[in-house]
């Protein structure tokens, strides 16, 4: 008895140190991003401990006076473009899902099975094929806003989540709302969307990084720097023969931080929708 709890620990400890290594060396990369934009310049890429900080750096994309552009606010605008599009796109791809979940599963009407079978289809393609299409579609409302949203709303995959969820709802409950008078926006707005709380946060925030990290179409619908995400600006703007790294590790952090923020502050509900798909 006493070697089998002995043996338990010793495999508990060698789990332990398993785990604590991968998670170092995953975290790894995170942390000389962040080190190195607040080195000063003549550090960059020679030093793996914080021997003295700077911001020169984030000066150089915040408008400081060592703006590396001629329009100095050129960084600020990029991260402001960044926000612009992807938030309406993954707030427009909730509602979309959310309404397109509901009438799969609680409305009835002709080629219904078809057009769900189409939306099914088009998970099985890479959505590199949809490029240029997209853009011939698109054309007119290129280097604008709802050119960089419209095209990226609909998330197949949201969709299904919804529909998955909806499945599992009594239809007595939308039944009942219906025999009160309520119509069927009441019934989403007063219903479906509260009871999709955990959902709707991991969709978006699904939809919201994937329109944050997008870089072909952006750089394919906007190319005036003006309407240039911060994405595309980093891709453009630095390359691995810059003569100002610091920057780069800069631009790096400020892409990096809004997605980690999101995650912390919805993280309880991203777990419970996790929870939801994994049943």
């Not at 400020?254 to 994994?278: A, R």
């Amino acid at each position: 008895m006493v070697r089998t709890q002995k043996k338990i620990k010793m495999s508990t400890v060698v789990i332990t140190i398993v785990t604590l290594l991968l998670l170092a060396i995953s975290l790894f990369p995170y942390y000389y991003m962040v080190l190195q934009s607040f080195l000063p310049w003549k550090l960059v890429d020679k030093a793996l401990l914080p021997k003295s900080i700077s911001l020169d750096s984030y000066m150089y994309l915040l408008g400081g006076k060592n703006a590396g552009s001629a329009d100095p606010w050129q960084w600020v605008g990029a991260l402001v473009n960044s926000f612009i599009v992807s938030v309406p796109t993954a707030v427009i791809s909730v509602l979309v899902g959310l309404m397109t979940g509901y009438a799969a599963t609680n409305m009835y009407y002709k080629g219904k099975g078809m057009i769900y079978s189409s939306l099914l289809f088009q998970m099985f393609f890479p959505v590199i094929i949809l490029l240029v299409p997209r853009y011939m579609l698109i054309r007119p409302l290129a280097n604008n806003y709802l050119g960089m949203i419209l095209p990226l709303i609909i998330s197949i995959w949201g969709i299904f989540m919804y529909i998955n969820y909806f499945k599992t709802v009594p239809k007595v409950v939308f039944e009942a709302a219906k025999i009160d008078g309520a119509s069927h926006l009441q019934i989403l707005l007063k219903i479906a969307l509260p009871s999709t709380k955990s959902i709707s946060i991991i969709v978006f925030l699904s939809v919201f990084m994937t329109r944050w990290n997008e870089l072909m179409w952006d750089m394919l619908v906007a190319p005036d720097y003006r309407r240039q995400t911060l994405n595309v600006m980093i891709s453009t703007q630095f390359n691995q023969n810059s003569t100002v790294p610091g920057p780069m590790y800069a631009a790096s952090v400020l892409l990096t931080l809004p997605v980690i923020i999101l995650f912390l502050c919805f993280s309880k509900y991203f777990k419970e929708g996790i929870n939801f798909m994994l049943k």
